[in-house]
């Protein structure tokens, strides 16, 4: 499988930007022309984006980076593919997985099922709030959160997927199956935080706090789950996942430039459309010229990495070994390779 490039220099930017360099304007008709010009100009002004200690590089890395920087032939730990998963390391290391198992990080994000949801589903459970009613109850194997306020007759109805955390409070995400809004609208499509958590030493159900910027704020001014229009919507991909569930670190370098910069020993420069053709050719597959692509075309690539549900594209749910040691495939297969 060829690799992505990763390189480490001594000298680097603090700006979030696109390179500045403006494409020369052409008064070429040709379609094919003026590509053919653009591609020239993205070899010697390769668009990048740049946070901090953290350059990802769209176009090519330059070689006045590849020539200088600390490159290195052996293989990668941080592609999807080096991970082994927590199992892995059972076999050998009993006593820290044991650990990591009972462990709040391991559970600070996992699958809705029997075996990770403490709150108290069992329908006769509750919750009054602002007028209206929170209820918890089962369908089937499923978990569900309503609300009801009759007073404004809105009634939602969610389906739960994640849950979040086991130590203090137990939160939960969900689609939204029944509401006021249209079906088009993201209640419906998109994993979310719901308004309502589980407060596991009192065994009662509390509005949640901590999420958002209005989580601290007290009733009646912070927003009405119940009400339309103003409801808080807080995705998991994109607010929470981060630092819930363990990713791989090469898909960091793209989610959050800016939280892998504050830990990056050295700058750091990375070959993102590469990685993502190898990695993730759904997102882009490298048949085009990265030079065909505007900068919002590449804003776009960008946002669905951003957007990586947990489910489908973390290495575990939680918190988990490899969130520090990163990809230890290799140290599996030969013990003597360090995580």
Known sequence: MTKFSLFFLTVI?????????????????????????????????????KYENVHLWWDNVPASITETGLNHEFQTNIHPDDYAGPESCKACHAKNHKTWSQH????????????????????????????GMGTFYREGEEYRMGLDRERDNVRRV????????????????????EGPEPDSHDFYKTDHVLPFGYWLDAKEWVPVVHVGDEGELPDGI????????????HPYATRCNYCHTTFPLADMFIRDAALVSQYAPAPVHFSMSNYLAD???????????????????????????????????????????EACHLGSKQHVRQKLTPP
């Open 13 to 49: 930017g603090a700006l979030f930007v696109y390179g500045t360099r403006d494409v020369p304007q052409t008064d070429l008709d040709e379609d094919k022309t003026e590509r053919e010009v653009l591609r020239r100009h993205r070899e010697k002004d390769p668009r990048f984006i």
């Open 104 to 131: 709040p990080h391991r559970w600070m994000n996992a699958l809705a099922d029997t075996s990770t949801v403490k709150g108290d589903f069992s329908g006769d459970a509750s919750i009054s709030y602002l007028g």
């Open 158 to 177: 969610y389906a739960i997927t994640q849950t979040i955390g086991s130590r203090f409070y137990q939160y939960y995400v969900g689609k939204q199956l």
């Open 222 to 233: 912070r927003a009405d789950p119940f009400a339309i229009n103003t409801i808080e919507f």
């Open 279 to 321: 990695a993730h050719p759904s997102v882009w597959d490298g048949t085009q010229y990265t030079s065909d692509l505007s900068n919002e075309a590449v804003d776009q690539v960008v946002q669905q990495v951003h957007n990586f549900e947990a489910p489908q594209h973390a290495v575990t749910l939680g918190i988990s070994c």
